[in-house]
Structures are given as structure tokens and as C-alpha cells.
């Protein structure tokens, strides 16, 4: 039986380490509970679950109390980030009084982060928003077909374009989201669409992360991935990203990988890969692509599984399909 969850209590609150102003600080992470992301109702994304964290009829003073709950547990910290199961700046999530109240919560902090779809920001909206805010964009792909057939955003990449360059006339920071590997993707598709994404994105943008798709719950990509449709990208991949990147882009590059290590999250051979995330974590703060330097034996293995997808002209989980056919073989 699922818990009912309160709706005057945070989904999550915890502490994190991030960057402002080219130092490495901790940071406070809280995600509210919302009425949920409006593009839901369309069918939503093809990959989120944050749905799960949506309730309905949420008030202002849930929200108010939700905030007081952050309140109590934030001690100073310079960098705090707000999500929501979808757009900050949606007034059915997060009503402008509200916002209000969070933006002098926080006006003390050097960097105040959010998430918003392009709809929402406008000149009008710009326009209210303190000088200590990053908007976070989740682009996803440069690619309008992707978006639509894999991703299913509701937007187009022009969209964000336009939301990026409205951010930063105004002298705000954006902080761009990228997808690696959506799914229908081969692992070789994925790394070429997100290096051309992070170049798409790097003129509006001031930090590039790159999110590996995690398989989250009740999820589209969580039906292809149970019958061998999908399978999470590699760290290598996610490496290789950051190599034909490094020193071509202006944007601070960064991935903190949700499930890095396991099946439904970005992962290798499973001995090597918390030494290749911990590559991935210390360029995403250095940005010295000889942070990179990590190898394993099962590098062949990821070049082979590549050659392989490109010659089968299939995204499917190659491993699993050859495990389950030595299986049936015994």
C-alpha cells in the first residue's frame, strides 16, 4: 500500500557539494511538493518519474510550510537548489506570493537554483527574479526530432534558445540539462547527440550537465528497459562526452549521475564503476580532462558493444540478450 505523503512536507531535503564563484562549496538541495508538472496532463516525458513526487490540491500554506521545514534545516550554506515534480515559475506550482516569499528566504545565498520549462519565462517573469538566481533548462536534446519521438518535451530546442538568451540578458546564470542516451539510441548515437546538444547550448549557457538517463519508476523507458529494450548508458560513454568536449566549449561542464553504478542507472563492468564515476565527479570540479585518465578491462567490451549496436542497427540491451541466450543454451 503506498504511504500518503503530507502535502506541508518537502519530498526530500538533503546537503551536497556543488560550485559558486569557481570554488567548491556544500550546497542545500530541497525538493517541494507541487499540484505537478503541467505537461503531465500531455503525456508527460518519456523517461520522468517525478510524477510520484506530485500530489494534488497543494496549498500556499503547504508550500509556506514545506519552506519553513527547509528553513530549519539550512544553515548558511551559499548554493541552494529547489526542484519541483516541474517548473519553478509555474504559477499553479509555485504562486508568484510564494515565490516571493522563497526568493527573500534565500536572498542571502550567493546562487539560488530552480528548474522551468521555456513557457514560463518571459520578459514579464525575468523581469522578477533576483540577481542571485540560476534557471535551470532541461534541453535534453539539440535535436527537434528527438525531442519529440524519444523524449516526447512538448517543446523545441529554438524554445529553450529563446529562454536561455532571455536569462542571460538579463544577467542571470542558466544551467543546462542535457540526456544521454534517450532512449531509441544507440550508445554511439548518444554520445554524438550529446556533444552536439552541449555545443548547441553553450552560447546561453554557463554550466552543461549531462544526466545519463536513470530507468525511474512507472516510467515509458522503464517498459523497454524490463524487456531488454534499453539499457542505461556507460560511464564510458559518459567519459568519452566530456573528451571530445573539453577545451571546445566555454559552459563548466558536470555530471552527477542519479544510479551511477547500478542496472537502471550509467554503469560498466561493475568493478570499475565507482573509480570512473569518481573520474567523472573530479572533472566536473577541475574541468582537467586528465582527471579522465581511468581504464579498465572491460573498455573493449564497451568499443565491442558499440561496433555491435551500429551493425545490428539495434538500441537493445545486447548484454542481457546474450546472457538470457547462454541461458537458454545450458
Not at 36 to 57: D, F, P, Q
Not at 114 to 136: C, G, M, Q, Y
Request: proline share 5%.
Amino acid at each position: 500500500m503506498k504511504e500518503k505523503r503530507s502535502p506541508s512536507e518537502l519530498e526530500a531535503c538533503w546537503k551536497e557539494d556543488d560550485m559558486v564563484d569557481g570554488q567548491k562549496v556544500r550546497a542545500m538541495v530541497m525538493i517541494m511538493r507541487t499540484n505537478g508538472c503541467c505537461w503531465v496532463k500531455h503525456g508527460g516525458c518519456t523517461m520522468c518519474g517525478y510524477r510520484e513526487a506530485s500530489l494534488i490540491n497543494v496549498t500556499e500554506d503547504d508550500l509556506l510550510k514545506q519552506l519553513d521545514q527547509a528553513l530549519s534545516k539550512y544553515k548558511g550554506e551559499p548554493f541552494v537548489k529547489m526542484y519541483t515534480s516541474g517548473s519553478f515559475l509555474d504559477d499553479n506550482e509555485v504562486p508568484p506570493s510564494v515565490r516571493e516569499r522563497i526568493f527573500n528566504a534565500f536572498k542571502d545565498c550567493k546562487r539560488l537554483l530552480f528548474e522551468s520549462r521555456p513557457e514560463f519565462i518571459t520578459p514579464e517573469v525575468v523581469k522578477t527574479l533576483p540577481k542571485n538566481v540560476t534557471v535551470a533548462l532541461g534541453l535534453e536534446s539539440s535535436d527537434p526530432k528527438v525531442l519529440e519521438t524519444s523524449v516526447h518535451k512538448g517543446f523545441t530546442p529554438a524554445d529553450i534558445k529563446r529562454a536561455g538568451e532571455l536569462l542571460k540578458d538579463n544577467g542571470l546564470m542558466v544551467r543546462t540539462y542535457l540526456l544521454l542516451k534517450p532512449p531509441f539510441m544507440t550508445e554511439r548515437m548518444a554520445i554524438e547527440d550529446a556533444v552536439n546538444s552541449a555545443r548547441f547550448a553553450d552560447p546561453f549557457s554557463d554550466e552543461i550537465s549531462i544526466n545519463p538517463l536513470n530507468v525511474q519508476r512507472a516510467t515509458y523507458v522503464e517498459r523497454l528497459w524490463k524487456r531488454g529494450e534499453f539499457r542505461s548508458p556507460w560511464i564510458w560513454s559518459l567519459i568519452e562526452v566530456f573528451r571530445q568536449l573539453s577545451g571546445t566549449v566555454h559552459s563548466r561542464l558536470l555530471s552527477s549521475p542519479s544510479g551511477g553504478g547500478a542496472m537502471r542507472g550509467v554503469h560498466n563492468c561493475g568493478e570499475c564503476d565507482m573509480k570512473a564515476l569518481d573520474a567523472v565527479e573530479r572533472f566536473s570540479y577541475s574541468q582537467d580532462v586528465k582527471d579522465l585518465d581511468v581504464t579498465c578491462k572491460c573498455i573493449p567490451r564497451w568499443e565491442a558493444y558499440m561496433r555491435s549496436e551500429t551493425m545490428l542497427g539495434s538500441p537493445a540491451d545486447l548484454e542481457r540478450d546474450f546472457e538470457n541466450e547462454l541461458v537458454l543454451r545450458m
